[in-house]
Nanobody, 123 residues
Framework: VQLQASGGGLVQAGESLTLSCAVSGRSLSAFAMGWFRRAPNKAREFVATIDNNGASTYYADSIKGRFTISRNNAKNTVTLRMNTLNPEDTAVYYC?????????????????WGQGTQVTVSS
């Protein structure tokens, strides 16, 4: 199973970005999917997760109302729409796939990880 994250970049505060994660090697419907991020000099943190069929989602408080996770199982892709970005959102963003059911919010539940995509928000 391989995960390829893309869509990162440099934006100004208040702008938006959409990250994508392409999954190959197994049907996306087998996985709950999540996004995590690691800011400079900080530990990795949970951002958002979505269950296998897209019925349930869960978000970190820090991004709730600004970010939206979605999935297209037919296209084997997961997206993270990020609105109203601020400099505190600057981080490397990772997508991850979990074989567990539901909406896992901690890293040990995830079996596969992508390589990360850099998001930089300038003030």
């Amino acid at each position: 199973v391989q995960l390829q994250a893309s869509g990162g970049g440099l934006v100004q505060a208040g702008e938006s970005l959409t990250l994508s994660c392409a999954v190959s090697g197994r049907s996306l419907s087998a996985f709950a999917m999540g996004w995590f991020r690691r800011a400079p000099n900080k530990a990795r943190e949970f951002v958002a997760t979505i269950d296998n069929n897209g019925a349930s989602t869960y978000y970190a408080d820090s991004i709730k109302g600004r970010f939206t996770i979605s999935r297209n199982n037919a296209k084997n892709t997961v997206t993270l729409r990020m609105n109203t970005l601020n400099p505190e959102d600057t981080a490397v963003y990772y997508c991850a796939a979990s074989l567990t059911s539901g909406v896992p919010i901690t890293a040990p539940w995830y079996n596969y990880w992508g390589q990360g995509t850099q998001v930089t928000v300038s003030s």
